[in-house]
């Protein structure tokens, strides 16, 4: 038997270059099939490297967010402070992956994107790795590579939880790669950050015991810490626990260390041999170390904060105050525009808030969606349900209240700022619900909402339209939306990227809880060209199901990020979204909707229901904010009709002022007075200003 072994050793070892040739040759095939798909894959190039002596460090990065580029940046920080070797950080979509087979340490972060399918930029890599890993004689390609993975996704996902990572783990070893350490798993939903730092750790500590990885200056002399114990039989750790480095003796996946081959496909050896030194198959469905990975313990984590702390310190920098455990507030730009008297936000012109008296704010971070326009740049958590611990209405109101005023002031000295508009900006009449999050899943959301408008502050909460029960339950709102961003089940799970497997359901069954409600609701509408701006038809019968007050379309804003699947081609031009409202209109038919008002700045536009909102002749889509709260207080029955007044002129669509409130100053206007005084010309104001005012 011994004698056969090595007898099909030495025969497999002379196949090398055949395998190594073999690879070559598949890897020129599938980039003819990337070319005929549109994507093409680049050269390996590096982003950053250090120069040093000893076995080479690749890190290896496949990201959608940036959070894996973040990370790799952080491990090639860690590694070039600690060791002398060389070490090169590769975006792997500028990485061959046939480049992999000259590697002495690779390490890979790899995030998983929707449903367990590899981001954009590491597909063709993705799909290469698994091609090899299942081709015949794989067992030698990687022979002389060591390396170990560490993966991003989130545990809410449930199987397809790190699919990416586990599947590059298991075709890494199939291929005869050795693993420096097992593969760490970061969960979004539960701070990612500790379990990279205690995987990063361990490698280290690994590569510094076992594979000659020489330390600098001062680390040598400290010494090698190995966490944890000898141990038989390796189980993934949980995402938050540290992990425990594999023996190399007695690991159940041992590396083969004899003349550094990798483990064999003997086909019918293949069995005696696993047998024989305790090794599984990582491709075996019944694989024990991925036994329980997928199960999702719901329990651990109630009680815990919703915000980590590495959460937290990336919301701050981006102007989020974040409040207790799980809320957050943070100035809208169109704030300090109607301070300094330069014009309101869509909701001045369509409903009559004073933009410079709204706190924007939210009593829950977490989404239940993923949606790829999202401009917080999905750096929030994300839940299905409930499960964290939770702080006190009454502390989060006042907590917010206190940091939005410690805002406003902020802006005192800011040039143009008028005084009356600062004085009345201290005191806030308006809420919008909408700053990021799922605000509606707030176990005491409709304590919240009674509070607030116990203190004269109107509410404009938004839904993302997956939890139909909840808006069921809630005690009317001055304003309550949906957002309503596509027409078909495919579109929605393309857009929204929901959480919920039954998530069509959901939406729904959340439009109609919606068309039950007595007061003013709205469907809003973001356009992104070539995502869902041709489901003309499709929207027409969602708002026929919902009858919403009001539809509010708008073009999607760029939110910037270099890993934004949104670009500049996918935002529509205002004109653009004027015809599709036009179409939009002309699709649900009936006479039951009209256009009604506009604001070119924000590319938006306002459609109304007739019956209730036009009165001989006249739109009355602004809101008696006074009536509302005088309604809400009394504890009586009230509709939407009860608390309306008249929309001013220059609201409405089709008046020169575009949705511009004539009583602010109009900086642009100015700048093209200025340009043409320079010019010795003069520029003709052609617009007829209204009287009614904000």
Not at 263 to 273: I, K
Not at 454 to 461: A, M, N, P, Q, T
Not at 658 to 681: S, V
């Amino acid at each position: 038997y011994q004698r056969r072994v090595r007898g099909l050793k030495n025969k497999q070892v002379n196949q090398n270059q055949e395998v190594t040739d073999k690879s070559v040759q598949k890897q020129k095939k599938a980039v003819q099939n990337f070319k005929k798909s549109g994507t093409k894959p680049s050269g390996t190039t590096s982003s950053q490297s250090s120069t040093g002596t000893g076995p080479r460090i690749s890190i290896i990065y496949g990201t959608q967010s940036g959070t894996a580029e973040q990370y790799a940046n952080k491990l090639f920080v860690e590694l070039t402070s600690t060791f002398k070797s060389s070490v090169t950080v590769y975006d792997v979509k500028n990485y061959e992956p046939d480049n992999l087979i000259t590697e002495e340490i690779a390490l890979l972060i790899f995030a998983t994107y929707i449903e367990g399918t590899p981001t954009p930029s590491s597909e063709f890599f993705y799909t290469y790795m698994m091609d090899e890993a299942q081709s015949e004689r794989n067992g030698n390609l990687l022979r002389n590579v060591k390396f170990s993975i560490f993966g991003l996704g989130n545990t809410l996902y449930g199987q397809n939880y790190n699919t990416i990572a586990r599947n590059l783990d298991h075709a890494l070893f199939r291929m005869g790669g050795v693993r420096v350490f097992k593969k760490g798993e970061g969960d979004e939903s539960n701070d990612s950050g500790a379990s990279f730092a205690s995987w990063v750790k361990s490698v280290k500590n690994s590569l510094a015991k076992n594979y000659g990885v020489e330390l600098k200056g001062e680390e040598s002399k400290k010494k090698k810490v190995v966490n944890g114990k000898k141990a038989k039989k390796v189980k993934q750790a949980k995402p938050q626990e540290e992990a425990t480095l594999v023996n190399d003796v007695d690991s159940d996946e041992e590396p083969n260390k004899e003349k550094g081959e990798p483990l064999l496909d003997l086909e019918d050896l293949g069995g005696a041999l696993k047998q024989e030194n305790g090794t599984k198959d990582p491709f075996d469905d019944d694989e024990e170390e991925e036994e329980d990975e997928d199960e999702v313990d719901e329990e651990s984590d109630r009680g815990k904060k919703m915000i980590s702390e590495t959460q937290k310190e990336v919301l701050t920098k981006q102007g989020y105050r974040v409040i207790g455990s799980h809320s957050g507030v943070k100035m809208c730009r169109w704030t300090k525009s109607m301070l300094r008297g330069r014009g309101g936000c869509y909701k001045h012109t369509f409903y009559g808030i004073d933009s410079h008296r709204c706190m924007e704010m939210t009593p829950s971070m977490a989404c239940a969606n993923k949606c790829v326009f999202c401009w917080r740049h999905h750096k929030n958590p994300v839940g299905k349900e409930w499960r964290w611990e939770m702080d006190d209405p009454k502390s989060i109101i006042d907590t917010a209240l206190e940091k939005h005023l410690d805002m406003i002031k902020q802006n005192r000295g800011l040039p143009g700022l008028k005084e009356e508009r600062f004085q009345e900006g201290m005191k806030p009449r308006h809420c919008a619900l909408s700053l990021v999050g799922e605000p509606i899943i707030y176990p005491e959301i409709n304590k919240f909402l009674s509070m607030l408008h116990s203190k004269g502050i109107s509410s404009f909460l938004v839904t993302n339209a997956q939890f139909p029960d909840k808006i069921q339950d809630l005690i009317p709102v001055t304003q309550l939306y949906i957002s309503v961003d596509a027409a078909t089940p495919e579109s929605l799970k393309i857009v929204d990227r929901p959480l919920f497997a039954d998530y069509w359901e959901r939406f729904l069954g959340s439009i109609d809880a919606l068309s039950k409600k007595g007061q003013r609701t709205v469907f809003r509408m973001t356009l992104v060209k070539g995502y869902n701006m041709e489901e003309l038809k499709n929207y027409a019968e969602l708002i026929r199901r919902g009858k919403p007050d009001f539809i509010e379309i708008k073009g999607v804003t760029f939110a910037g990020g270099k890993r934004n699947p949104i670009t500049m081609k996918n935002v529509p031009w205002h004109h653009e979204v004027i015809k599709f409202t036009q179409e939009v209109v002309k699709e649900v038919g009936n006479d039951e909707y009209e256009i009604a008002c506009e604001h070119e700045h924000s590319c938006c536009m306002l459609i109304a229901n007739t019956k209730k909102f036009k009165k001989d002749g006249k739109w009355n889509t602004w809101i008696d904010f006074d009536k509302f709260i005088e309604l809400q207080a009394s504890g009586k029955e009230f509709t939407s009709a009860d608390y309306i007044a008249p929309t001013p002129d220059w609201a409405v669509f089709g008046h020169q002022m575009r949705g511009f409130d004539p009583a602010e100053f109009n900086f642009r206007l100015m700048k093209q007075q200025e340009a043409a005084a320079a010019a010795g010309t003069e520029v003709e104001d052609t617009t007829t200003y209204s009287n009614a005012g904000c």
